[in-house]
Every structure is written in structure tokens, then in C-alpha cells.
């Protein structure tokens, strides 16, 4: 609870991240809330089409070629984008972690071998990668989010072995083998929660990667034919870009402040994560 | 002790604040003292006392922001080099008053050879062709017995030992003959052998230039090998200053006599048949400190009005000086 | 009687590609029940390899370490657990050496919670007990690292040295980064766990005068040998090894006086490059005395006099250098 607070005293001093913190909230209730605000969900075709921005109150952001809602669409969106987004992240999180605390904590041969292993995978352009990847598989939200996870763990392993590489040399560390740890032990209490922080700060920036690449999945066509993302949303406005524009840039600049805000909210958390920072 | 010829450093009731998340810290608060020419003046206290602080004030290199000159007068020669423009003081600074640090890789270009930075160094001050300035370089690296000049100024600083980059460095800070040298912990970070050597060579390039020394050092040994005359810092006073002969042989203020009991060396104990002297508590939070005497909460004598007022400086004889109620109830 | 430690012949190599370094080259010593051993030495003559292969926190080269008899330099599991109850370390650098994301209590908690020593209560009444013999508060044990001074966070580490209660403390450079009246706290604070406990030390240093200060017996190095064994009392009094000789010349004394009256033998030249040391005697290149014989032959720690021994070929038995000079050692009488 302490650090909690301390944690909030330091990130607060960003007043720029405390904004962003802001945005990423209200995507979140958006998220949560999308089936109390829109229970008729995005599909559904509520008014006539090619209503712009503020013609009627009640659809608030217009309708599309189809006469669907575009605040309905951004509002269910936002859930896919997130989920997306976090769970993509988590898987990168998990391979790259274990991966990369193996490497760092063993060195040597272990250490040789996946990093080769890893470099093979950041040899590939990463959204080539992901079009093969979703392309060999049918295209659903799992196997989406679970490409977009395989594309993005690479640049957390690299992270996380070279904080191990480090840690692992640190006083403290040695203190734990001289009072006769275990591996695990060593790995899961000395080193872990040290080396965690820039790994958090990296992650948002990944969710924020998973999320562009998802839109730019559903632009092309390639998204889960049966959910609403903004990707789709864009890549169905571009056929009407000239006439009715709106459709494309409000998905659009829903994306970008999501995406800014995130990498906004990482380095404020960088701020409030550094232990160099900190006083004393 | 001549009293006629001015000193060739004065500094006045020195200020320097830094402004921190915590508040206002005033690493030094109220310094005075003077170096004279000729001078082997050592500026002595632990970390955090503000004497590494004074000597970035007296260059005005101190870090702004966060730091600040706040008040005083520093005076070279006679002109207050606080008021100086920034063109005159970069004159000064390299010119007629240079600097050495502990840690000789901080203040070397790692990209540039020894002989390019000494020569550079030589050329911002004095108009001298490119030749000579090179000249002069191989002559520096003589002068601070590198052996090999002629190769060594060819090197990068990483090629050289640590003994050397600080050889190196010393020569680049008197390559246009400094009227004095700051040198700030210069053998710090040297093993004891070395340490020997290189305190050697500013005795020696002190004699041979002519220069005076003004040495901020935290190893009372040191002091006491080098040194003629002393000031004792503490949480940014001054607290104490005398020959260093007499200081060491009859130290003044409590803090000053904690500090000289508590090496092992003095007085030759061993654990099984004595306790080193220690100075209980730590060092006080200098944002905002009363004012008081900074050292009573761990001085062992202090008396009543230690806690409530601040000790003006008190002079028993010529060049002595030390600010302690309990020193001067004593002495008087 | 069997010494507590045990080491011999041993030797560290590291491989870096400026080539093979001989961190410690075929050195020998023993520490009894509690004795103080102070390895004196200075940067690269390899005292703090040496610490770290008795803690077990290198692996030897070549050579045994031998704890009351049993050989101790390849211990696995189990076994290896039950050696870490009975050697500890204290780390130089109070800074790093405590994790930033543990509290204090916690760290101090490690030890017994990893050796299964006690429940719950009993461990945390065992912090307690900890924090009070090295002079903290126990409400210490709910703060982190960071809210203490570094004379405090050493004291800290030295709580965690002494938790499993073990009969050997290796300490590298405990005191080096700490302010004089600090480091006076923590050698009486050593020094009066010793008196206590009756716990042997290994301490290691570069400061000659706290050596001279916490240690029974003293052992120099330079260069990855050892070049002189000796007690406190006779290494000051009259140092055999033209090397030991330099140093205590070099150690700065709070004195002027007597700084100014002794003889100043300043050592010339560096360091040499431990990948490729000098032929036969190590000191050799900045020996004062050096002749012939010192570039072809290595010589041997011999005891020259009752527990003293010296690696020189300029001393020989019962005899101190005669042809050492100025400042020398006055020949012993007979």
C-alpha cells in the first residue's frame, strides 16, 4: 500500500501522463460498458446512412454507408482493440520473460542458443511475419491476438536478458548465493522484481504496437470478419474516403490517442518505476 | 602570515544552495577563507560537507539549475570572479586557475588522443601554432614524468593506467601555468603507491611553477603528508582552520578530534586493546537548518546554548580560527 | 590442531580476450577458530578473487579450500547449503549489496527462511535480535534500504553475515566506502561481535591502517601472491618484503610530524599487467633491490622467522634484508 502511494506521488509529477492515464480510462469503461451504452451492439443499422458528425444528437458521431452508428462502433471497438492489445502483450510478456530470465540467469550455451533462437524470429519483418501467421491460420481474435504475441516477444526477451545479465552480477544477487538460495529462488525474488520495471514500461508501448498492428490487420482485410475494430472501421471508410471522410479519421483518431496515451502513460511510468530516480 | 600581500584566493561568506524535490539544501552556508600565494591549502571533510561544492562555486561550474551561488564574494586577485562575464571567467577558468578531479576518465575526451586534448587546451588560452602547442604537450608529459612522451601523446586515455590518466590530466590543467590549482580528491580513486606519486608530482609542480594548491581531500592522512594549511569542513561551515602542524597536534573543535580518534592509525591501536573513538549519529539534513551549530546534536560536549545558537568564528592566535562555544569557553 | 580454513595452491585464471589473467596464482593460507586475518593488498593483486573462491562464489582454477579438514571447493546441493551456514560475506558496497525492493526485515529473514531455521514468530524475533546487536531500532525491519545511511546499510549487511551464525565471516572492503567516523563505528561494531561471538574474519582491505588496526595476522599480496605473512605487531614494526616495505612507507599518517620525519620511499612505474606478469619475482619491475636473480627465479614463501613468512630472495632465514636501504630495517640482533 505504501509503495502504491509512493508509486502514485511519483507518477502524479507528470502532469502529461497523469492525462494520458486519463484517456486509457475512458477506453477502458468504454470497454467495459460498450453492451450498457450500446446494447444493440455495432452491426446493427439504427439510422440512415451517411449521417455526418453532429446532424442528430442521438448519433452522436454520425452513421456509416450502411447507416450503423460510428459511436457504436468506436465504443465496441475499443474493446477489441484492448483485449487485443493486452492479451497479445501478455503472451509477448510470458515467452519473452521466460525466455529471456533463462538466458540472462545461465548464460553460456543456454544463453547462445536462445538468443540465436530470438534473432531468428527478429530477422523477419514483424507485421510480414504476422500476415503469414494470421494467413496460415483462419483469422479469429485467438489466433490474431496469439500471431500479434508471437511477433512481439522477441524485443522483451532481448530486455529482459540483458537486465538479468546485469542483476545477476549486482551485490544483492551474489548476497543470495552466499546465504545459499536456490536458482528459482534467486530468479523469483532478487532478481525478478528488479529487472520487472523497464519490462513494464516496454509493455505498454508493445500494447500500443499490438494495437496498430490489429487495426492495420482489419484495414487489410485480414481482421475476425465477425468483430468490430476500428481497423475494420477505417478499412471500410476508405471506399467513401472522399465524400465521407469522417468515417475513416474518427477510428483513426481514436487509435492515435490510444496509442499516444499509452506511450505517454510508459514513460511516466518509467519516471515513477526508476529506482535511480528515487531519493536517498 | 604576512598580512601585507592579499591573498591570492578570498572567499567570503559563500553561499550555494541546490534546490531539490525535498527543498532548499545549502551545501554551503556562510564559508570564508583565504588561500595565500604559495599556498598548500587543503580543504578537508566527509561526504556531503560541501567542499567539492566550493571548489565548483569558485570556478562557477556548479550545475544551475539545480544549483545556485546564493551569496558571497569570491575574490582572485582581487576581482570577484562572482560578477566576472562569462568570456572573462572562461579565460580564468584553464588560464590563471585550473582544476583536477578524482576521476581523471570525467574530464578526458575518450575519443580524442592525450596530446590533441592537452594541445587544445593550450591553444584556447594562448595563441601559439598548432607545432608548438604539440611541442609544449610532449615537454608536459616530461614535466608530470609520463614515461615515453613522444608515444604516450599519440594514446587514447583508455590506454593509459589510472596513475597515468591522472598524470595526464595534470598536465592539461597546468599547460598554461596556472596561478592556482584546484585539485578535488585527486588521489581518491589511486591505489596508496600511486596515491604517493602523484602527491609527490603536485609538490614538485607546485615548487617548479610556482603555483598554489588548493586540495579538497576527505583522508586526514593525506592532509598531514602535504599540506600546510588546513580548513575543516562540516555540513557546510567551516568549522575549524590552522598550520597544519598545529591543528593536527592540538585540534579545536570536538568534530575535528572525533574525526583524527577516529583513524585506527593514530596512537597505533589494535581492537583486543582499544576503541576507536566514534562520532555517534550521522551527518544533519542540510535543507533548511537552524541555525545552530550543525555539529552539537553529535558532539559529545556540547553545553546548552550549542543547541540554540550559531558559533562565530573565535581566533586564539594568527591563522588559527574555530567556531565551538565549548573551544573558546576553553581557550579563553 | 586442525586450522578453521584451509587453503592451498590455490589458484584463480580468467579468460578475457586481452588473454588469461592470473587473478591468484598458487596461494596458500590458513585461518584459525576465531582469528582475524587481515589480506592486505592493492587494486588487481587479486584479494577480493580470493575472498569470493572462499565463499564459494568462484569456482577455483586449481587448488583446495578445506573447512576444519573437509574439502569444501566442489560442494553440491545439500551439502553446499550446510557450508553457507558456517561462511558469510560482507560486501564492500553498501549501496547495492541490499536488494532496493526488499525491506530490511525481509532481507534479514532470507537466511533463516531459506535454511528452514524456525516458524513464523521465531525468525521474526530473530530479526529483532539481529538489528539490535549491530545497533538498529527494530522498527528498521519495515523500512527499505534506500531510508538508510550507508554506515547504517552496512550494519544491515553485517546482520545478514551474522544471521545463520556462522564461524567464518570473509568481509571485502567493508569499511572502503564509508566516511572516517563511519568506518570507526563498524570496525568497533566488528571488533565487539568478535569479542561476543568469538566469529574468525577474513578481512580484506587496501587500507593498511585498518588492517593494522582489526587483524591478528596479516598477509600481503601483490599481483595475485602472496608475498608476506606476518603478525600485526612485528608486520608494522619491521615489514621483511621490499614490497610491504613501499606500502607502509606510501599509507598516509594523520601525523605531520611523523610523516615528515620517516623516509619516503616513493614506488616508481605501475601496476604490471596481470595477463602478462613479470618473470620470477612479481615486484620485481618496481623493486628498489632487485638484482639478477629476481627476473630468472620465483621465489617461495619461506618462513623466515617463527609465523613469518616472505617471498623475497633478499631475506633470508632468521635474517631481515641487510642490503635493503634507507629506511630499512636495522639488521635483527642475532
Given at each position: 500500500m505504501r509503495r502504491l502511494t509512493e508509486f502514485w506521488r511519483r507518477y502524479r509529477r507528470n502532469v502529461l501522463a497523469v492525462l494520458a492515464f486519463g484517456v486509457l480510462l475512458v477506453v477502458a469503461a468504454m470497454a467495459v460498458f460498450a453492451d450498457l451504452l450500446y446494447p444493440q451492439g455495432p452491426w446493427e443499422m439504427v439510422t440512415r446512412p451517411f449521417l455526418w458528425p453532429g446532424d442528430r444528437s442521438q448519433h452522436l458521431l454520425g452513421s456509416d454507408m450502411l447507416g450503423r452508428d460510428v459511436m457504436a462502433g468506436i465504443v465496441h471497438g475499443s474493446r477489441v482493440s484492448l483485449l487485443i492489445g493486452v492479451v497479445a502483450t501478455a503472451v509477448a510478456f510470458i515467452i519473452g520473460t521466460l525466455v529471456g530470465a533463462t538466458a540472462g540467469y545461465f548464460r553460456g550455451w543456454v544463453d547462445d542458443v536462445l538468443m540465436r533462437f530470438t534473432e531468428i524470429f527478429q530477422t523477419i519483418p514483424p507485421f510480414m511475419f504476422l500476415i503469414v501467421l494470421v494467413a496460415i491460420f483462419k483469422p479469429s481474435v485467438t489466433t490474431i491476438t496469439l500471431a500479434i504475441g508471437i511477433v512481439s516477444w522477441p524485443t522483451l526477451a532481448r530486455l529482459v536478458r540483458s537486465e538479468f545479465l546485469t542483476l545477476r552480477e549486482r551485490d544483492f544477487v551474489q548476497a543470495g548465493f552466499v546465504i545459499g538460495m536456490s536458482n528459482t529462488r534467486i530468479i523469483l525474488t532478487q532478481i525478478l522484481p528488479n529487472a520487472l520495471p523497464p519490462v513494464i514500461v516496454t509493455s505498454s508501448v508493445i500494447v500500443a504496437t499490438a494495437i496498430i498492428n490489429e487495426s492495420a490487420l482489419s484495414f487489410l482485410g485480414l481482421g475476425d470478419p465477425n468483430l468490430m475494430s476500428w481497423g475494420t472501421m477505417i478499412g471500410a471508410g476508405r471506399q467513401v474516403l472522399r465524400n465521407a471522410w469522417y468515417l475513416t479519421a474518427l477510428p483513426g483518431i481514436a487509435i492515435l490517442l490510444t496509442v499516444l496515451a499509452l506511450n505517454i502513460a510508459g514513460d511516466g511510468l518509467n519516471d515513477a518505476l526508476n529506482p535511480r530516480l528515487k531519493s536517498g | 602570515m604576512s598580512g601585507v600581500a592579499p591573498p591570492l584566493l578570498e572567499v567570503r561568506a559563500l553561499e550555494t544552495r541546490f534546490s531539490t524535490e525535498a527543498g532548499l539544501v545549502h551545501a554551503v552556508d556562510g564559508l570564508s577563507f583565504s588561500v595565500n600565494k604559495g599556498d598548500s591549502l587543503a580543504l578537508v571533510g566527509e561526504s556531503g560537507c560541501g567542499k567539492s561544492v566550493t571548489a565548483l562555486s569558485i570556478l562557477r561550474l556548479v550545475p544551475d539549475p539545480p544549483g545556485r551561488v546564493a551569496g558571497g564574494e569570491i575574490l582572485f586577485e582581487g576581482y570577484d570572479l562572482l560578477k566576472l562575464s562569462r568570456r572573462d571567467m572562461r579565460r580564468i577558468r584553464g588560464g590563471e586557475m585550473s582544476m583536477i578531479f578524482q576521476d581523471p576518465m570525467t574530464s578526458l575526451n575518450p575519443v580524442l588522443t592525450i596530446g590533441d586534448q592537452i594541445s587544445e587546451a593550450i591553444r584556447t588560452h594562448e595563441s601559439v601554432s598548432r607545432r608548438s602547442a604539440w611541442r609544449r604537450c610532449v615537454e608536459l608529459l616530461e614535466l608530470v614524468r609520463i614515461p615515453d612522451p613522444h608515444r604516450r601523446v599519440?594514446?587514447?586515455?583508455?590506454?593509459?593506467s589510472g596513475g597515468m590518466r591522472q598524470r595526464a590530466m595534470i598536465a592539461m590543467a597546468v599547460a598554461c601555468a596556472p596561478k592556482l590549482l584546484i585539485a578535488d580528491e585527486?588521489?581518491?580513486?589511486?591505489?596508496v603507491t600511486i596515491q604517493a606519486q602523484v602527491l609527490g608530482l603536485l609538490d614538485r609542480l607546485k615548487r617548479e611553477l610556482g603555483m598554489t594548491v588548493l586540495l579538497i581531500t576527505h583522508d586526514l592522512g593525506v592532509v598531514a603528508e602535504w599540506a600546510n594549511r588546513v580548513v575543516v569542513m562540516y555540513a557546510g561551515n567551516k568549522v575549524e582552520e590552522g598550520r597544519v602542524d598545529e591543528l593536527f597536534a592540538q585540534p579545536l573543535h570536538p568534530y575535528t578530534q572525533g574525526l583524527l580518534g577516529a583513524i585506527p592509525q593514530a596512537g597505533r591501536v589494535h581492537y583486543t586493546n582499544a576503541r576507536l573513538h566514534e562520532i555517534s549519529g550521522t551527518v544533519p539534513n542540510l535543507i533548511d537548518p537552524p541555525a545552530r551549530c550543525r555539529f552539537a546534536e553529535r558532539c559529545a560536549k556540547a553545553i546548552d546554548i550549542c543547541h540554540r545558537e550559531y558559533p562565530a568564528p573565535f581566533r586564539p592566535a594568527a591563522g588559527r580560527e574555530v567556531s565551538c562555544f565549548v573551544a573558546e569557553r576553553d581557550l579563553a | 590442531m586442525i586450522p578453521l580454513l584451509q587453503v592451498e595452491n590455490l589458484t584463480k585464471h580468467f579468460v578475457t580476450r586481452q588473454g588469461t589473467v592470473q587473478a591468484v596464482d598458487d596461494v596458500s593460507l590458513s585461518i584459525g577458530e576465531g582469528e582475524t586475518v587481515g589480506l592486505v593488498g592493492e587494486s588487481g593483486c587479486g584479494k577480493s578473487t580470493l575472498g569470493r573462491m572462499i565463499v564459494r562464489l568462484l569456482e577455483p582454477t586449481s587448488g583446495t579450500i578445506t573447512l576444519q579438514g573437509k574439502e569444501v571447493a566442489h560442494l553440491r546441493g545439500e551439502a553446499s547449503k550446510r557450508f553457507r551456514r558456517r561462511v558469510q560475506l560482507i560486501f564492500q558496497d553498501p549501496f547495492t549489496s541490499l536488494n532496493p525492493r526488499s525491506t530490511v526485515g525481509r532481507i534479514l529473514e532470507e537466511p533463516l527462511i531459506v535454511h528452514r531455521l524456525g516458524g513464523r514468530d521465531e525468525r521474526r524475533a530473530q530479526v529483532e535480535e539481529l538489528l539490535r546487536r549491530v545497533g538498529l531500532s527494530p522498527g528498521a525491519a519495515d523500512q527499505f534500504p534506500h531510508e538508510f545511511s550507508g554506515g547504517q546499510r552496512q550494519r544491515i549487511g553485517i546482520a545478514r553475515a551474522l544471521a545463520l551464525s556462522p564461524e567464518l565471516i570473509v568481509c571485502d572492503e567493508p569499511v572502503s566506502a564509508l566516511d572516517v567516523s563511519i568506518q570507526a563505528q563498524v570496525l568497533n561494531l566488528l571488533s565487539s561481535l568478535k569479542r561476543q561471538t568469538g566469529i574468525a574474519y577474513l578481512f580484506i582491505s587496501h587500507d593498511l591502517s585498518v588492517i593494522r588496526y582489526i587483524a591478528d595476522r596479516i598477509i600481503v599480496m601483490y599481483l595475485g601472491k602472496i608475498v608476506e605473512v606476518a603478525g600485526h605487531d612485528s608486520l608494522w614494526d619491521r615489514p621483511l618484503h621490499p614490497y610491504t616495505q613501499a606500502l607502509m612507507a606510501a599509507v598516509p599518517l594523520p601525523d605531520p610530524q611523523a610523516a615528515r620525519s620517516r623516509e619516503r620511499v616513493v614506488l616508481e612505474g605501475d601496476l604490471p599487467s596481470p595477463v602478462s606478469p613479470p618473470s620470477g619475482c612479481r615486484f620485481r619491475t618496481r623493486c628498489p633491490h632487485a638484482v639478477d636473480r629476481c627476473a630468472r627465479e620465483e621465489p617461495a614463501l619461506r618462513e623466515v622467522v617463527g609465523g613469518r613468512f616472505v617471498a623475497c630472495h633478499l631475506v633470508t632465514a632468521g635474517d631481515g634484508p641487510t642490503d635493503i636501504g634507507p629506511g630499512g630495517p636495522p639488521p635483527p640482533a642475532a
Open positions: - | 599519440h594514446d587514447y586515455p583508455h590506454r593509459l585527486p588521489t581518491t580513486a589511486l591505489d | -
